[in-house]
């Protein structure tokens, strides 16, 4: 079915001025614009781990699977170019779909996301096997003139800024939300940002690692973290089937907020100057907080009233 | 167990100068040497369906999975600059090997290849889930200073050469090979290569594929084949066990000759003279052989003594 899904795909992916091969040869060439640096990011996801197929229509799947790498392109502050999809489809399809269907209807859900952030989709592999769908993404971008932003150039002192409300994804942001690329590119030129990491594990262990790579510590405030309806939604839920271990909806909620996956929001470190001139002008579309800051001492700390630190535990989606 | 499988790798694999961030960021940072353009290929192979992990070592699976990868590479003349492996790990592990044990047995197999090819393991994506062992491996290079090798440039008249003996790969061959990397860019450095496709579905298939490319068609001569020991072997056995139609063993060979997969060597094409040429001087260490060439009609024929064609079926390895 392989072929029948390319001469799909062909009719359905425009030509992109960076794949000059288009879908035609043992590999593909993407050409950089000048740019001599690519940013790879790869993504695998398996069914009933990070979708549920039973449960999510396939195109939410596909779009989900890019847009995930795309989160990691705007960590970085790059610039998206090409992606490339493998597949391994369960031989018999899935959820009423035949393995063509399947693998058609998830690039339903790609090819628009590849368009709207300018990529070409430029490549990939399609398999059928006897086992579960499974979607693995790269996809290439390349810096901006600025460089690239990575997780370790964080400084003892910075502020931490997240992007948006965090928890609850699982009620549906994480199959829809659009990725920061654009934001990420937009601060990342007009201010001097020190790091940056995309919350795919959960806002506490997300901040742990962007501080260990640092070669620091993070403290939070739990005070200021924004919390989504859905963590909120979630917690409610949990209270009323009596599944939590406490009543208290605002602590429910903050747990999710700390340790619940796929947000795809921002986290990022910049000096206090830097970050309250960010805050203060709003340069982008998004909910900034400032959550929090980096310390010398490693480790991961919530702010207690008093001005003393707590240790808080590095909650999050461990793969 | 992604953690533990990180810090193993972390520790074997070397720094490599064009993968600047290690294994530690959102996304790997890769140089291209002042090139802008990057060749890139990917292959994700499964369990029952591309190996048998119940009857293969995994370091021979994980180095059969950056080997096909290398001889797309190869197929376009490409110089391997970084490898990116993505594992979907069954949850309980398999073979004997617990999912942490398997991800660090794929990755000995991989990580000397990488080394023997000069290039960076320089990220992936590691998960486990309920399901066989799947992996993606993403592969990066860069045009030399000749260009890309395409499928698309043979012309008719051109002669198809073919880079070492056929069939019955999947006695050994397939797990192995030695992707024809090196030979591609000497003999793309040296000669005028018109187009180029690696065998990795059979030579019937994808001498369809780069005439079709090309907009010719081609023409195989059956005598001029190189048949491997391999594809004698497994026709030996079919007539041993009678499984097959007919006892006349070089027709059976051929048959595994033509359409047998994951052969990785390289079908070229070049105008006569060039690949008499080639042929004379033997520059790399291979059995290079002269099997057909292409012809203005679309299709595959064989060239019978009396100067007419007959038409080939494209057989192959269909996805």
Known sequence: MEREFLDWLRSHTPCHPCAKLGLND????????????????????????????????????????????????????AKPLAAFVSLALPRGGGAGYSALELAIALCEGIIPLAA??????????????????????????????????????????????????????????????????????????????????????????????????????????????????DAIALAESEIESRSANTCDLPTLALRHALGDGQDFELLIAADPTTARQILEDRPINCELAHVGKLVPEPGLWHQLATGDRSPLEPTGWQH
Chains 1, 2 share one sequence.
Not at 29 to 53: I, P
Not at 146 to 166: K, Y
Request: glycine share 10%; proline share 4%; hydrophobic share 45%.
């Open 26 to 77: 043992d590999a593909a060439l993407v050409s950089l614009a000048g740019r001599d640096e690519v940013v790879v990011t790869t993504d695998l996801l398996t069914d009933a781990v990070d979708f549920q197929l039973d449960k999510h229509e396939p195109r939410r799947i596909g779009r989900q699977a890019l847009a995930a790498n795309l989160s990691d392109l705007a960590a970085m502050a």
């Open 116 to 229: 709207e952030f300018d990529m070409a989709l430029a490549g990939g592999d399609t398999n059928t096997y006897d086992g579960p769908l499974a979607l693995s993404v790269t996809a290439l971008g390349t810096t901006t003139g600025h460089g690239p932003l990575t997780r370790s150039a964080g400084q003892p002192g910075d502020w931490l800024i997240v992007t948006g409300p965090l928890g609850g994804s699982i009620l549906g942001h994480m199959l829809d939300f659009t990725p920061r690329v654009r934001e990420a590119i937009l601060l990342h030129e007009r201010y001097d940002l020190h790091a940056a990491i995309d919350i795919s594990d959960g806002l506490a262990l997300d901040a742990s690692r962007l501080a260990a790579a640092s070669g620091c510590g993070a403290v939070l405030n739990l005070d200021c973290i924004p919390i989504s309806q």
